[in-house]
């Protein structure tokens, strides 16, 4: 297994005097709601992948007399000349001020938005709650290399707090499900082919059921399908792994 390696822990301080401007990220709207939530996970990739972010730190540690990473130089070098002296106040980047909140914050606040339990696979799902997560991950992976990690992290993702994390990893093998119960679909068992793909899903995220130490009976406590459908996967997965009691654990036979 490949060791992780040490990344930076953030020394900034995100807290600025009273006449620098700063930006709520989210500006006061209700994550509650869908179309903010959406709304929301656009504007952080888009942060992501335009170095918002990564600028706003390199700005941060230089007026807060911090050695500027590799990365933080580049950004710096990247933004436009505010000044011959270089010592002048940088208040706005693409006329917007800096966020209020460093960038593994706001992401916490989008990812605990994201989290409905149990899933039922019977309500419609609105899109963002079906492949949100998903998005972030990927962004993250892609864009936050160079960012500055709250204490205890080593990589960016795990900014968020792992049981978090591993709840929406699994939320993401649910979305294999969604629909069976609702008006117009069939069952699970003429449908097979979408339990193959739930299996499947759950051996990729083998970390995750074994960090929520998951049985077939703790599963469908957080996935909930009409009866006729939970009884044919639990006989199914139970055949399909080996598993001979719905209490064993399910990781141990991925």
């Known amino acids: 297994m490949t060791k992780k390696t040490k990344r930076p822990t953030s020394p ?7 006449y620098v401007p700063t930006l709520d990220f989210f500006e006061g709207r209700d994550l509650d709601d ?3 939530l959406a709304e929301a996970i656009d504007n952080f990739i888009f942060s992501m992948e335009g170095s918002t972010f990564l600028s706003w730190e390199a700005v941060v540690s230089r007026e807060q007399g911090l050695r500027l990473t590799r990365h933080q130089k580049a950004a710096m070098d990247g933004l436009v000349d505010f000044g011959d002296s270089g010592d002048e106040e940088i208040l706005y980047l693409n006329d917007l001020p800096r966020p209020s909140e460093p960038w593994y914050v706001i992401l916490n606040r989008i990812a605990s938005h994201r989290l409905v339990e149990p899933f039922r696979t019977c309500e419609v799902q609105w899109e963002v709650k079906l492949d949100g997560w998903g998005r972030l991950v990927e962004c993250l992976e892609e864009h936050a290399g160079g960012l500055l990690l709250p204490a ?3 990589e960016p993702l795990d900014a968020v707090p792992p049981e978090l994390r591993h709840k929406l990893a699994l939320r993401s093998c649910f979305t294999e ?3 069976f119960g609702q008006s117009g679909v069939g069952t699970l068992e003429e449908e097979g082919e979408c339990l193959d793909a739930f299996i499947d899903r759950m051996r990729a995220c083998k970390e995750t059921v074994a960090y929520l ?3 077939l009976d ?6 909930v399908l ?4 939970a009884d044919f996967l639990v006989k199914t997965v139970e055949k399909v792994l080996g598993i001979r009691s719905t209490q064993d654990r399910i990781a141990d036979h991925l």
Do not use: H, K, M, V
């Open 12 to 18: 900034i301080r995100w807290e600025f005097p009273r």
């Open 177 to 179: 499900l969604e629909g």
């Open 152 to 154: 205890g992290a080593a």
């Open 218 to 223: 703790s599963l469908l406590q957080r996935l």
């Open 213 to 215: 130490e998951l049985t």
């Open 34 to 36: 869908y179309g903010n």
């Open 226 to 229: 009409p009866d006729r459908d």
